[in-house]
């Protein structure tokens, strides 16, 4: 079983940037595809972006990409999400997830483990 920690969130202001990291624990890393989600107040948890286990392929959701970027580090089992040009809309708390199938999951129903989450606030 992987133990997921995010790291990285804070308070931005809008157009600025973010890294988010996801270190992993516990399990063999690259068996893992791996998301990251975010959750505003009130609202249903939605996906961002998703990365194969060699990191040769990414998805991203409509509303991030040209904005975000989704890679990892295998050697240092670690995932990222570099976030740019961010909006008051980007605010929520930021969660990555691994999926322990084959493919690579777009929908939280396909993820196994998840972290406790980061909080991502950009101010206008």
């Known amino acids: 079983q992987v133990q997921l920690v995010e790291s990285g969130g804070g308070l931005v202001q809008a157009g600025g940037s973010l890294r988010l990291s996801c270190a992993a624990s516990?399990?063999?890393?690259?068996?893992?595809?791996m998301g990251w989600f975010r959750q505003a107040p009130g609202k249903e948890r939605e996906y961002v972006a998703a990365i194969s286990r060699s990191g040769g392929t990414t998805y991203y959701a409509d509303s991030v990409k040209g904005r975000f970027t989704i890679s990892r580090d295998n050697a240092k089992n670690t995932v990222y999400l570099q976030m740019n040009s961010l909006n008051s809309e980007d605010t929520a708390v930021y969660y990555c997830a691994a999926r322990a199938g084959w493919g690579i999951g777009q929908t939280r129903h396909d993820y196994d483990y998840w972290g406790q989450g980061t909080q991502v606030t950009v101010s206008s």
């Open positions: 516990g399990g063999t890393f690259s068996r893992y595809a």
